[in-house]
């Protein structure tokens, strides 16, 4: 395939709702070097060309919309699937084949192909990104008077939502024996939500937030915590490795 210079068509904006900024921002958070080119003068088509190098293969990459129009920046709406192909000494094939995905979303299908590129490229493949909440994995709620920030609510873009089910399964599996340091005995604060996570501070807020991902947020005072204050017992909160825990002197423990 005779690759001709590279086009200077602009790609549309995201406004637009088509495939072309979706690949796009997915090659460019895999860290994949790409250029926009015309094979053909004579056909409307035009593809996405990454290489690892100049001597080294070049992975074609195009959508197909359900009229069998093939170009990277078709409409959302009839995408058919991604693809991205590769011609080499082992011969033409796919290096992601979107029509075999059991994902056909647009954002998933750019995502995945963007990953399958810059894995056949020999690039460590970096996790997906969420445009909802930058990948906080929750998002703040707005006073619609003063805009001061109420609490934070999950996110439920399905990105998170299976990182939060990933991280929960995993922080459920996790023992969470006291640990000693010095003089003190810490037990971790568990979330009250969930409950599988800690207690992690929100950057710049003094509120903090379930490291699970459930949405669950608190102030860091002993108001919000059930210390066992009342019988004697020497308790208050601390933070360790950046996460809540309630300390106590070793002493005043019981042993069960």
Known sequence: ???????LT????????????LLRDALVHQGVSFRVVKPYDRLPSEYLVAQA????????????????????????????????????????????DGFS??????VAQAEACARAVAVFLGLQPRESECT??????????????????????????????????????LYAAQLREPVTVGSDVLDPVLCTQC?????????????????????????????????????????RLTAREGLLHIAEPAGSVPPF
Request: aromatic content about 10%; some cysteine; glycine content about 10%.
């Open 1 to 7: 395939m005779y690759a001709f210079p590279y086009s």
């Open 53 to 96: 190098d100049t001597d080294g293969p070049r992975v074609w990459i195009h959508a197909d919309d359900c009229n069998g129009f093939t170009h990277y920046d078709i409409p959302r709406a009839g995408l058919m699937a991604v693809a991205a192909v590769v011609t080499d000494e082992d011969g033409t094939r796919f290096v992601f």
């Open 195 to 235: 409950p599988y996570g800690n207690y992690r501070q929100v950057p710049g807020l003094d509120m903090y937030g379930c490291t699970a991902g459930c949405g669950h947020t608190v102030t860091a005072t002993a108001d919000n915590f059930p210390l066992l204050g009342e019988d004697g017992r020497d308790q």
């Open 132 to 169: 909802w909440c930058q990948d906080y994995g929750q998002y703040p709620i707005h006073d619609g008077s003063t805009d001061a920030v109420l609490y934070h609510r999950a996110c439920e873009n399905p990105l998170c939502v299976a990182r939060r089910e990933e991280r929960a399964a």
């Open 10 to 21: 602009k790609t549309s904006d995201g406004s637009d709702l088509r495939m072309g900024v």
């Open 101 to 106: 995905s059991d994902e056909a979303r647009p």
